[in-house]
């Protein structure tokens, strides 16, 4: 008997680990910031047509609220999935959204930017955000542009979408990977907004 | 062999000329190397982006991908090592923005401890195993080997009735 237990109890332990990795995903690699404070930056913020990008923001600017970084871009495809669910969020005003557009014309594949000029670049960045923005709503309190993808490397973006929520102090509190859902607002943000919003003075 | 119409031989030869013009020019501006003229600045860009694992397309390292992220994280590289950091810094670069997840070397600590020793450690169960089973498969053997004092007799019994009656011919 012991000879065709064996072989069945192998069996079970590996199905239960195989049923386990069915439901990780590896492209959530945990996120070294939760718990840390928000890389600072200086970033150019999208302004109106004929408006220069010499307004900036840094996540200085948003200390004593508690906000998400959304990272997107117009050649995104999960971002536009994304988007209607971020526009009925900042309607409900539960919490400011900041933008934060990532390489949105050295990304795109289907440009090739090498050959644009820098302020060439520059104004397509703004021309497609705009569009993008026009098209299917704001829900961005604004949105700042991270052209070359520098910025997002301090922050260890990998894949776009994601979002980040800022507390108060301008410390990390979670990472998001992928679009933002209802589920994830439930489970991971507001959990941790509320718990902010109690400890409020 | 089937000889080929004129029509089918010229496109063949013109995508075969297509391809190879093509090539170099495909491959070209997305590298653009501004260390090329420091060949060994490229040879440490190239083993350090070999430690480090591309995280959008997980099984490649940052030295084999061409994911975009893997193409700015090599800039990155090149422009710290033109800076003259140490390999360590870079590491370090590395690590605080996307973890030790990104590390092909991942670091000898207590999460880690399984991930490290866990092969040797199966490999010592199988040789215990092997042993223990080789070795009751042997006295189960030796036992067999044994006859029980009622088989010793009709083996006897068996042998003497041979030789006492000789086959017929």
């Not at chain 1, 069945?8 to 945990?30: C, K, Q, S, T, Y």
């Not at chain 1, 408006?51 to 508690?66: C, I, N, Q, T």
């Not at chain 2, 199966?122 to 036992?143: G, K, N, P, W």
Request: hydrophobic share 40%; glycine share 6%; with cysteine.
């Amino acid at each position: 008997m012991n000879k065709f237990l064996w072989p069945l109890a192998g069996f079970i332990i590996l199905a239960v680990f195989l049923r386990i990795g069915l439901d990780l995903n590896p492209h959530e690699v945990p996120s070294p910031f939760i718990g840390k404070p928000a890389p600072e930056f200086s970033l150019p913020v999208l302004g109106t047509p004929g408006e220069a990008l010499d307004k900036h923001f840094s996540p200085r600017d948003m200390r004593g609220k508690v906000w998400l970084l959304n990272v997107w871009s117009s050649w995104c495809v999960s971002c536009r999935a994304e988007h209607p669910f971020l526009v009925r969020l900042a309607k409900e005003g539960k919490l400011p959204i900041v933008g934060f557009n990532y390489k949105e014309v050295r990304g795109d594949t289907e440009i090739d930017a090498s050959k644009l000029g820098a302020e060439a670049e520059r104004e397509l960045v703004q021309k497609r955000a705009r569009a993008w923005l026009a098209q299917r709503g704001d829900p961005y309190q604004l949105t700042v542009l991270d052209i070359d993808g520098r910025v997002a490397i301090d922050y260890g973006v990998y894949g776009v979408p994601e979002t980040y929520l800022i507390d108060r102090e301008g410390i990390i509190r979670v990472k998001h990977i992928g679009p933002l859902t209802e589920d994830a607002l439930r489970e991971k943000i507001m959990p941790l907004l509320e718990q902010e919003t109690r400890g409020k003075p | 062999m089937i000889a080929a119409t004129p029509f089918l031989r010229k496109t063949l030869l013109s995508v075969l000329a297509c391809c190879l013009l093509a090539f170099p020019f495909a491959v070209q501006p997305k590298e653009a190397a501004p260390l090329a003229d420091d060949p060994a600045a490229e040879k440490r860009l190239r083993s350090l982006s070999e430690e480090f694992r591309c995280l959008v397309c997980q099984n490649q390292s940052i030295a084999d991908s061409n994911a975009d992220l893997a193409v700015d994280l090599r800039r990155e590289i090149r422009s710290m090592i033109h800076e003259g950091k140490s390999d360590s810094d870079i590491k370090d670069f590395m690590v605080t923005r996307y973890g030790d997840f990104v590390l092909y070397r991942p670091p000898l600590e207590g999460a880690t401890l399984l991930l490290w020793f866990g092969p040797g450690l199966l490999f010592i169960i199988a040789l215990v195993a092997l042993r223990s089973t080789l070795r009751r498969r042997d006295r189960t053997l030796a036992a067999e080997r044994e006859l029980s004092p009622e088989e010793q007799q009709k083996a006897e019994a068996l042998l003497r009735a041979a030789t006492d009656t000789p086959p017929k011919e």
